[in-house]
């Protein structure tokens, strides 16, 4: 197969079934257990066929049967009372011990995959930012929805069914070898050929899961992207395309579906063929025996009906096959997603208390990849706690790499930055993170109510505590117009509001945290003159006592900083107050003048 590319999901390279016998480790006495009452329902499931052949017995040998003997029973009713007894007996435990092991089983199955679902979800928590940048969303949806599901499917009755199997090959053979080896050497010639054709049709059949597996990711990207990006996608008339692109995806799933299924479908007739073969051969040898004589009746019915028994589950086999092979190769999308280790990891201090704010960089340097070129070429600036400090420069320039250096989303490749001395690598996430309130250009709104993503930073915030930042924000007044108020549903990422109100609520989201630290990366960029001043205000409102770091493309926002740092490639070219800046002559003035009306960059 060839190499995948980096951006697909990786895949476990230690053996799938191995891996899950250790992932399952807290559940293993629950495995026992209903492996117990799996064998215990095979064991009641053969007995019925060793009860046929007593019953021929005390019809052919009357008071000489194997049951008047050991009972101690002349007269043939009696005996057959007596088998008909332990015969009820027997069908009574083997539905009890079917419905417990079936019902362990299925109950485990849920509890592993919505583990393996957690714990996944979980990992993918821990990720840096940079691991999702080179993958897809609908390929992650894929391992944790669809590859879980697969797995919970064939643990479902899988091992129910495989441990039955095995368990009836056991104890048929028993019989076979305590009645007859001749005939157990007949009747079990087949095995070797089905257990040999079973390892050969796994080798083949796992590539062709994996293949469906990939398929089903590429289908996800298609259908995630679709979804999310639908008002693009009727702005320039491209559902056809979009219908054709999703078409092509499930074909390519569909014919990997095909492929498969034409190959695992072969080993049931296969099968077939080799139970056929067994069943043959003990009718005729053991029929031969029964005529000679040298066999009982009783015991070559019971034969017949045992070889049927050994051999027919067999038939089952090759689904259960399948199932396994579809759960092994989602194991390997699991696994290799869980042995996925975070490049970015939390310190062990937490900010000293109150947290002051202070900011720094120092000569840092950053590269999104080792062999891209620069972003930031040994930035160095300072923010003292409680001032207001702007950053602006042209596209490209670094200034929104600054904010996601600050908040550790990713790591600078060299320099320090430290918050109120502190080097942010030694702090926790939940200390440094939880210091800050960052509003980002990209807005993103929760599917919930107004509360719920406010809060979602503050979780125990009061009604009033609410009201207050969103009147500091300015959204207080179109959020009580709502029908239902703050328990008005915003749709998903906020597609009821407008630009200016998602705006506005991501604010009141920061502001509500009440953070040391208040970041705001282009939070005007796209929004209307009323709500640029809007922000302003409460931008004024909120600073006061606090650092606040904003990266502007609007120098009209940003006029009154304490102090604005100009970028340009990845270092600060020009710092100053606004009127020193436009005195200076240089890359802001000329920026201001191009916003102003009064110029263009030259």
């Known amino acids: 197969m060839p190499d995948a590319p980096a951006s697909a999901i990786p895949l476990s390279t230690t053996p799938p079934l191995r891996e899950l016998w250790g992932y399952a480790r807290p559940h293993r006495r ?23 052949g007593a019953a021929v017995d005390v019809v052919a040998k009357g008071s000489d049967s194997f049951v008047g003997g050991l009972f101690g029973v002349e007269d043939k009713f009696k005996q057959l009372t007596i088998l008909v007894i332990i015969t009820v007996l027997i069908w009574f435990a083997e539905s009890a011990t079917e419905y417990v092991a079936i019902v362990i089983w299925r109950n485990l199955a849920q509890t592993v995959e919505h583990e393996a679902r957690m714990d996944a979800y979980a990992h993918v928590q821990t990720l840096e930012m940079s691991y999702f940048e080179d993958r897809t969303s609908g390929g992650l949806m894929t391992v944790l929805n669809d590859d879980v599901n697969q797995l919970e499917r064939f643990l479902d009755l899988g091992p129910h069914k495989l441990i039955i199997t ?16 001749l005939l157990a050497l007949l009747a079990f010639l087949p095995i070797p050929i089905i257990v040999a054709g079973s390892l050969w049709y796994q080798t083949r059949l796992e590539p062709r899961y994996a293949k469906v597996r990939a398929s089903a990711g590429e289908i996800s990207d298609t259908l995630t992207n679709g979804i999310g990006g639908m008002a ?40 077939r063929m080799a139970v056929l073969a067994g069943f043959t051969m003990t009718l005729l040898m053991g029929g031969r025996a029964a005529l000679r004589g040298d066999l009982a009746i009783g015991v070559f019915s019971m034969l017949v009906y045992m070889t ?9 086999l090759g689904e259960t096959l399948d199932l396994y092979q579809r759960a092994m190769a989602s194991c390997r999308r699991i696994f290799g997603l869980l042995a996925v280790q975070p490049k970015i990891l ?20 950053f590269a999104y990849s080792a062999s891209g070129n620069e972003v930031l070429k040994g930035l160095s600036l300072d923010v003292p706690a409680g001032e207001t400090h702007a950053i602006v420069g042209a596209t490209g320039s670094g200034k929104s790499t600054v904010v996601k250096l600050l908040l550790r989303l990713y790591e600078p490749t060299a320099g320090h930055i430290t918050l109120d001395g502190q080097p942010i690598g030694d702090l926790t996430f939940s200390s440094l993170r939880g210091a800050t309130g960052f509003v980002a250009q990209d807005v993103f709104l929760f599917h919930g109510t107004v509360r719920e993503n406010l809060t979602y930073g503050r979780p125990g915030a009061t009604d009033d505590e609410v009201r207050r930042a969103t009147t500091l924000a300015e959204a207080a007044e179109f959020v009580d117009a709502m029908p239902d108020g ?10 009821k509001l407008s630009g200016g109100q998602r705006q506005r609520l ?22 209307d003159n009323e709500t640029e001043a809007a922000i302003q205000r409460s931008l004024a409102k909120v600073s006061a006592g606090r650092t606040a770091i904003v990266i502007a493309h609007r120098l009209s926002t940003v006029r009154h900083a304490h102090r604005i740092h100009v970028m340009e490639a990845g270092q600060v070219t020009e710092a100053g107050t606004h009127e020193e800046l436009v005195d200076l002559g240089g890359l802001y003035a000329a920026l201001w003048r191009v916003q102003t009306g009064e110029g263009t960059i030259s």
């Open 506 to 527: 991501t604010l009141a989201r920061a502001i509500l945290r009440d953070p040391a630290v208040l970041v705001l990366d282009e939070a005007t960029s796209a929004v």
């Open 232 to 271: 693009t996608i009727k702005a320039f008339s491209g559902e056809d395309r979009e219908v054709k692109r999703v078409d092509g995806d499930s074909q390519a799933y569909r014919e990997a579906n095909r492929e498969a299924i034409q190959f695992s479908t072969a080993f049931n007739p296969l099968i």
């Open 166 to 181: 095995a368990a009836n090959v056991v104890f048929v053979g028993l019989v076979f070898l305590v009645v007859s080896p």
């Open 30 to 52: 629950r495995v026992i257990f209903a492996g117990s009452f799996s064998l215990a329902n095979k064991l009641c499931d053969v007995a019925p066929e060793l009860l046929i």
């Open 486 to 495: 703050y328990d008005s549903v915003v749709g998903e990422r906020g597609q």
């Open 346 to 365: 939390p310190g062990t201090q937490d900010l000293a208390l109150p947290v002051k704010g202070a900011v720094r960089f120092d000569n840092v340097r």
């Open 308 to 316: 049927q028994r050994l051999l027919w589950p067999l038939t089952a």
